[in-house]
């Protein structure tokens, strides 16, 4: 779960770690309290959207940036609205863009030096590590592209925490002074802390920057959590916005599927992750472009099933259908009996290709054939893969 950057610099001040002062509005009506809690002077407009590259995108009106460097609160307030209400288009929201339903006012930084530092989990050594970088306010790809050497990596062990030599070791590789590498080690440790506390998946500052009075600031904050770790966190569930998630994922997780749009033709409904990815690596093989990744998990019940179908059906882009379903704990059979009942609930008119294997495998390829239905057998995960991909060219 993601969520805006004025949440997540609300949540870095409870936590301890620096930023500039801020307010949200969500409405002009807003702006004139929003601005009346910072102090006069330069004033920074940032539009709050779940995607990157704000700064350099453009509003469907026309208007340029999402974030502004403004002299003064009136200039403020005038290009507030200019953003607010505005759809924003960005290298990360696609030609779509998003609607700009918040704005964040935060007091404008003097900067002396621009870093980045992010914790993350790294999957290859399955700890927690922090990644800094002197090359600040870029994208860290271009940084990790052209000069690797820049980009330092802290890997912690989750037994013991983050150390207090590893803490010295990134400030004295970001080449901070004294100063700086006080304020800029108690911000580490309180960012790890959060990071642990909170089961986040990341954390990214881009830029962190120090100021001309050895101050060191997060000036821009990207947080993502673990979903599977939320229950544990009803706080920041609270924080979800539904309006910068797809319709279609909103509704998968009413009913616990795991579900994300792609923008392909050939919609899936597979159980189990590995198998989904698998079912969308063949498509691709044999020339098809999945439309989604949808996992129904390994004990998905006949409900889930016709709730998946449902889902799928949403999407216009969808020609063709693959059901893919290996019974390891789950019955062949139920979900073939969630698919008959799918496609007489919903009238299903497009190409559905079904391949069962696994446990009580014989009872579900039985249903099916009972059915009466317009359904195609594959064999084998192939044969099914490609009668589909044939199906909806």
């Known amino acids: 779960m993601n969520i805006h950057e004025y949440q997540a ?34 004033t920074m407009v940032k539009s709050q959207i779940h995607a990157g590259g704000r700064g350099k995108g453009t509003f469907t009106n026309g208007y340029k940036g999402g974030v502004k460097f403004c002299k003064t609160k009136e200039e403020a307030k005038e290009v507030a609205g200019k953003m607010l209400g505005n759809t924003l288009v960005t290298a990360q929201t696609g030609a779509a863009g ?99 506390e909170t089961d986040a998946s990341m954390i990214e500052i881009n830029p962190l920057i120090t100021t001309p009075g050895d101050e ?81 998990g390994g004990g998905a019940s006949k409900d889930q099933v016709v709730a998946a179908f449902k889902i799928i059906l949403t999407d216009p882009n969808v020609k063709g259908i693959f059901v893919n379903i290996f019974g390891g704990i789950m019955d062949c059979n139920i979900i073939a009996t969630g698919i008959v009942d799918a496609v007489k609930e919903v009238g299903l008119k497009l190409p559905l290709v079904v391949r069962l294997e696994g446990n009580n495998v014989a009872a579900g390829k039985a249903t099916l054939a009972a059915s009466g239905l317009t359904i195609v057998s594959g064999d084998t995960m192939a044969d099914a893969a490609q009668k589909i991909v044939k199906l909806v060219a």
């Not at 001040?13 to 601005?35: H, Y």
């Not at 609607?99 to 935060?106: G, H, L, S």
């Not at 927690?128 to 990596?153: D, L, N, R, Y």
Request: with cysteine; glycine share 6%; aromatic share 10%.
């Open 9 to 42: 610099k609300a949540l870095f001040e409870k936590f301890g770690i620096a930023v500039p002062k801020g307010a949200p509005a969500k409405s002009a009506e807003d702006f004139d309290a929003a601005l009346a809690q910072l102090p006069a002077g330069p």
């Open 98 to 196: 998003r609607k700009v339903q918040t704005i964040y006012f935060t007091v404008a930084s003097d900067i002396k030096k621009e870093y980045y530092l992010a914790v993350l989990l790294d999957r290859a050594t399955s700890r927690p590590v922090i990644v800094a970088s002197t090359e600040g306010g870029v994208e860290i790809e271009k940084v990790a592209h052209e000069t690797p050497e820049k980009i330092f990596k802290v890997f912690i062990d989750p037994a013991y925490g983050l150390a207090d030599y590893q803490v010295r070791e990134l400030c004295f590789k970001l080449g901070l002074n004294a100063a700086e590498q006080k304020n800029a080690a108690k911000l580490v440790r309180n960012l790890y802390a959060m990071f642990w």
């Open 216 to 296: 060191v600031l997060a000036l821009d904050a990207k947080v993502s959590f673990d979903d599977n770790a939320l229950y544990r966190h009803a706080e920041i569930v609270a924080l979800r916005d539904l309006n910068e998630e797809d319709p279609k994922e909103i509704e998968a997780s009413k009913f616990s599927l795991s579900y994300i749009a792609l923008d392909g033709n050939i919609a899936c409904l597979v159980n189990g992750a590995g198998l989904a990815m698998s079912t969308m690596d063949i498509i691709k093989h044999f020339g098809g472009n999945p439309a989604n990744f949808l996992d129904v």
